[in-house]
Antibody
């Protein structure tokens, strides 16, 4: 079955960087994109950006431009999200999700299990 | 700055029907925004319920339905069950990026 498995929880200090991985299985990795979505404690979902696993094209949320980089490794069907210059308000659960595209629309399915990133001094 | 609006909370009785909405701070939601809906229970990843306005994701019970009502996208739960108590998020596609609503906390009691 289609599955996205993310890397484990991370604890980082302010100013550091974090790189979260998302390993895909059960489908042709390069036929879909991967979006990243985060959720701060007790808050809603926030779209961060997406990457095409076909050609590596990316589009990032404006508020994260310059701090976030999304990449893929097609040899291992893995997507990565790196966030730099971490601040306390980057503390969140980070999700990857496969981007589905059809004639009638685009949506996210399935989702990874989430990776908790804690930023604390 | 595009803001997607949802009711912060809603309650429904078991067996009842509830409609959650997803609007825009300015303008109307249409099918062109490809609204999709996700259900999330505490500590779990979101689960896809509805995409492309009204298409149920695989395995989603038919008591969940999506539509456009007036100038908003809507998620209707008909015959609510106890395990429908969750947070529900809509998201709209803006052509090159997505914006999530703030979510609706649904209580079934």
């Amino acid at each position: 079955q289609v599955q996205l498995v993310q890397s484990g929880a991370e604890v980082k200090k302010p100013g550091a960087s974090v790189k979260v991985s998302c390993k895909a299985s059960g489908y042709t990795f390069t036929s879909y994109g991967i979006s990243w979505v985060r959720q701060a404690p007790g808050q809603g979902l926030e779209w961060m950006g997406w990457i095409s696993a076909y050609n590596g094209n990316t589009n990032y949320a404006q508020k994260l431009q310059g701090r976030v980089t999304m990449t893929t490794d097609t040899s291992t069907s893995t997507a990565y999200m790196e966030l730099r210059s971490l601040r306390s308000d980057d503390t969140a659960v980070y999700y990857c999700a496969r981007r589905r595209i059809a004639a009638a629309g685009t949506w996210f399915d399935p989702w990874g299990q989430g990776t908790l990133v804690t930023v604390s001094s | 700055q595009t803001v997607v609006t949802q009711e912060p909370s809603f309650s429904v009785s078991p067996g009842g029907t509830v409609t959650l909405t997803c609007g825009l701070s300015s303008g109307s939601v249409s099918t062109s925004y490809y609204p999709s809906w996700y259900q999330q229970t505490p500590g779990q990843a979101p689960r896809t319920l509805i995409y492309s306005t009204n298409t149920r994701s695989s395995g989603v019970p038919d008591r969940f339905s999506g539509s456009i009502l007036g100038n908003k996208a809507a998620l209707t739960i008909t015959g609510a069950q106890a395990d429908d108590e969750s947070d529900y998020y809509c998201v709209l596609y803006m052509g090159s990026y997505w914006v999530f609503g703030g979510g609706t906390k649904l209580t079934v009691l």
